[in-house]
């Protein structure tokens, strides 16, 4: 079953302005999906639909077969949203608040205790459980939401931009969270900045811009539109010239660090074995750029 399905989805607003111009899009039931698009895409107006947040001009919606319009409380039931803003009452404390949230939709306290002691606990809140949410940090403010969204066990998961402003430590333990869930079977869709965070999540992904879908499709698939990447190679030894690597495009960084292109034309393996037999050893290799960053510029550009 799908988990969402959306057909000629467009919303203009009373100053006539098109913010979604008839999108289409398909998310199977378990996906780990993405929905990048640059600031004023339409990414948060169609979550706001989906989410019956932002009332629709045309189009239908479906999530697991149920139209929004026709179902739209057991839609709902199925359904745990993070918003991009932080909303819940900051002078309460993350248990209530969490426990709070399981009140309206009618579960158990006793249930709804265990679950926000394994979602504060998975998300590293537990022994914050009793502070006043507005003594949270940024980054623990986050994780508290996607608790909250979690108290109802939705099928899908929405996330806007869930780690924004969030260190790396956190975010990267925000991932391992969210990968569990999605690994249990739940459905998540992702709208991101980050698009490293994209591109080590999610499976399928559609970048929108300026109202409309330019792509939708997997994200290995897009990733193999890209036909150039560079890459940074550190070095075991210095060394005092840069060396001859057959066909490659590569410069010296330093005594320690090359730069090297790699194209459709030359595979990296290629590239290791002529560093061998020349006897330059590897310590460690990165890529220069976010390849994905790279190829949604590049997608969105070619679009105009």
Known sequence: MKALCIKNLKKIYSNGFEALKGIDLTVDSGDFYSLLGPNGAGKTTAIGIICSLVNKTEGS???????????????????????????????????????????????????????????????????????????????????????????????????????????????????????????????????????????????????IDEGIIIQDTSMNKLLRQLKQETIILTLEDSISFMPKIGSFECSKIDSQNIEVVIDSEHKINELFDILNKQNINISSMRNKANRLEELFLKVVENKK
């Not at 479906?62 to 359904?79: A, H, M, R």
């Not at 940024?138 to 939401?145: D, Y």
């Not at 909250?148 to 430590?169: C, S």
Request: with cysteine; proline share 3%; glycine share 6%.
């Open 61 to 207: 919606i479906t999530v697991f077969g149920k139209d929004i319009q026709k179902n739209l409380e057991e839609v709902k039931l199925n359904i745990g949203m993070v918003p991009q803003e932080v909303n819940f009452n900051s002078f309460d404390t993350p248990l209530n608040i969490i426990l709070n949230q399981a009140g309206y939709y009618g579960i158990n306290r006793n249930i709804a205790f265990k679950r926000a002691k394994e979602f504060l606990g998975e998300l590293k809140l537990w022994e914050k459980k009793d502070d006043i949410a507005r003594s949270l940090s940024g980054g623990m403010k986050r994780r508290l939401m996607i608790a909250r969204a979690l108290m109802h066990n939705p099928k899908l998961l929405i996330l806007d931009e869930p780690t924004a402003g969030v260190d790396i430590e956190i975010r990267r333990s925000m991932w391992k969270f969210l990968k569990s869930i999605n690994d249990s079977g739940t459905t998540i869709i992702l709208t991101t900045h980050y698009l490293e965070e994209a591109e080590n999540l999610c499976r399928n992904v559609a970048i």
